[in-house]
């Protein structure tokens, strides 16, 4: 495997064969992550987190995962709470902070400045999210989970139907799911969003060159027929100018227990990167789904410790020695997976 000490930036540097090994290796760690057995094959690693804008399940899985694999974390949140606020540039606070970690992890709302930070850090740097642009290892857990529930309904990533709605212009995820998706054969995309949201050119561009079908639309019934996986999105509020230009785009498209018995077929997937917006102007994704047997939404922040392990191991280059660091558990485990 060839990221042995590389940054990961964006899906860009990605080939389909990577993404196997990497997926293998994701495998190989759920006895870690369901705590079936510990290893220390990281004791004495340190993560460097950095999260400059609101994180859950990023910003704790990526800690879990280097935890899970025996290193430590040492994490900032905030702007306000680096030295950043006093005017230092991230190329300093990347030469300072790679000088006490073995890794790190950073979200920050503007494009680009993760691969900015990586540019003056002396060790492997992982992108968690930079603005509207990328956010490389949801797009390569989402992908996990596509092919975890297609195997189990006997099909491949090949000839997947997906249909990718909400905010797309924004939306960090579904760009790097869809350049991810362009590896892949004879994939049809159906994008649903408002005009105004719609999924970037040349992203658009980059799946049709790839042989995919792409079809956009402004109708969710429209959308989700007939297809594998609807993968729902929410109204990146951040991004917009002023709360009153979301607005306008508040609760426009829900996806709820009734519309998707009318609209989907029976054995169709629900994903969300997550968070879903439960507020009441919002629910693009229900509540009413939760007994859905399909809502793989929770199935999906699960993926996201494996895969993070999986590329803690790769990138420190440990893959082969997990095993060996390997010993029983100690405490009480059951837990409902
Ligand atoms: C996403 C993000 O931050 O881009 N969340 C996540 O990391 N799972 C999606 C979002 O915030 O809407």
Redesign the pocket.
Same mark, same amino acid.
């Given at each position: 495997m060839h990221f042995q000490g590389s940054h990961i930036l964006n899906i860009g540097q990605f080939e389909r064969s990577d993404v196997d090994q990497l997926f293998a290796v994701a495998d190989a760690m759920r006895p870690y992550a369901h705590r079936d057995k510990v290893t220390r094959v990281l004791d004495g690693a340190i993560l460097g987190s950095m999260f400059f804008?609101? @994180?859950t $399940? #990023?910003r704790i899985s990526f800690g879990s995962a280097f935890n899970l694999l025996g290193g430590q974390v040492r994490e900032t949140t905030g702007f306000e709470s680096t030295a950043i606020a006093k005017g230092e540039s991230l190329y300093d606070t990347a030469r300072v902070l790679s000088g006490y970690s073995d890794v790190i992890v950073m $979200?920050h709302p503007a494009e680009g400045s993760v691969a900015e930070f990586a540019a003056g850090s002396r060790v492997p740097v992982i992108n /968690? /999210?930079d603005g509207a642009n990328e956010?490389p290892t =949801?797009a390569l857990l989402d992908l996990f989970t596509i092919r975890s529930e297609l195997h189990s309904r006997k099909r491949e990533i090949d000839d997947l139907r997906i249909a990718m709605v909400g905010d797309l212009r924004y /939306?960090? #995820?579904v760009h790097s799911l869809s350049r991810l998706l362009s590896l892949y054969k004879n994939v049809e995309i159906r994008l649903v969003s408002p005009t105004e949201l719609r999924m970037p050119g040349d992203i658009v561009e980059a799946l049709r060159s790839s042989g995919h079908k792409v079809i956009e639309t402004e109708v969710l019934e429209e959308g989700i027929a007939g297809v594998d996986i609807v993968y729902s999105? $929410?109204l =990146?509020e951040e991004r917009f100018a002023s709360p009153a230009d979301a607005d306008l785009y508040r609760g426009r498209f829900r996806l709820n227990q009734s519309v998707y018995t009318a609209n989907c077929e029976p054995n169709t997937v629900i994903m969300h !990167?997550? !968070?879903r917006d439960s507020r009441e102007g919002a629910r693009e994704l229900d509540d009413d789904l939760n007994d859905n047997p399909n809502l793989a939404i929770f199935r999906q @922040?699960d993926n996201?410790v494996l895969v993070r392990m999986a590329l803690f191991a790769i990138i420190l280059d440990v893959v082969d020695q997990v095993s060996a660091h390997a010993s029983k558990v100690n405490w009480y485990t059951e837990r409902r997976f």
């Open positions: 804008e609101a @994180s $399940r #990023t $979200r /968690g /999210g956010h =949801q /939306g960090r #995820t999105t $929410r =990146q !990167p997550l !968070p @922040s996201g």
